[in-house]
């Protein structure tokens, strides 16, 4: 059970949510205390699970049709876990957003609460917004760009002019990253009979959609408090990484799962540039 409740949880990605939490916090308040250490597990494991584990659960039928799942990818979760996934993910979460609620602010209240929508109504049935078109984007860059901002809130940072537009940048390279991931499921979501970015405009233009708001990202990033500006070239190896599939039929959609896993090794190193930025944007005076 445990081993696959970790599997689901995507450890891959921990650090895509808890990190943004963690810098934003800590670079907005300039201390390490309960709420920067109580709420950088809580993005790293709790919240991975209920999003990817409430996913596998839900998207179990399509699961069994894509080849790239039961690995570092995604789990192929058994029906049996379904119940105690779903359990796990909740009682897991409880504690940290109760504490969480209790050091927070009603704004706080907010950002938090439309964070933790996301991640339901993405897979949820009833809800399924991984099955609306570019609201599925929309949903899932939530779901990364979403810590930041709680983060940010809940240390009661100034939103500046600077600052919007390195939101809006990695808000935008969400729903890159989430329109291409997407392509390489074409088919499997085809035969399953669901919905996504990709299914309804096909995959040579999602990879389109993703490279112009990638390079989108990058040009907003211009406009950021330096040295943030140069966070704009790291978007060049993920129009690179999507470059090869312009014209990607959907009948080879499966071939983007190469990029994609270029995908997941280029997040590790992007974080680490973006880590010495910050660094070095704490360290000016």
Known sequence: MLRALFISSRPLSWVNTAFPFAAAYFLATGRIDVTLIVGTIFFLIPYNLAMYGINDVFDYESDLRNPRKGGVEGALLDPRMHRPTIIAAVVSSVPFVVYLVIVGSPLSWLVLAISLFAVVAYSAKGLRFKERPFLDSVTSSTHFVSPAVYALVLAGAVFTPQLWAVLVAYF?????????GAVQDI???????????????????????????????????????????????LVVPYILMCAPFWNVTDAAAETANRGWRRFLLLNFVTGFLVTMLLIWWALLP
Not at 172 to 180: Q, R
Not at 208 to 220: E, K, N, P, Q, T
């Open 172 to 180: 935008l390279w969400g729903m890159a990253s989430h329109a291409f």
């Open 187 to 233: 088919l499997a979501d085809r035969e399953a009979g669901i919905s996504s970015i990709a299914t309804v405009i096909g995959g040579r233009a999602t990879v389109r959609f993703a490279i112009v708001a990638y390079a989108l990202g990058g040009v907003l990033l211009l406009f950021s408090e330096w040295p943030g500006p140069l966070a704009g070239v």
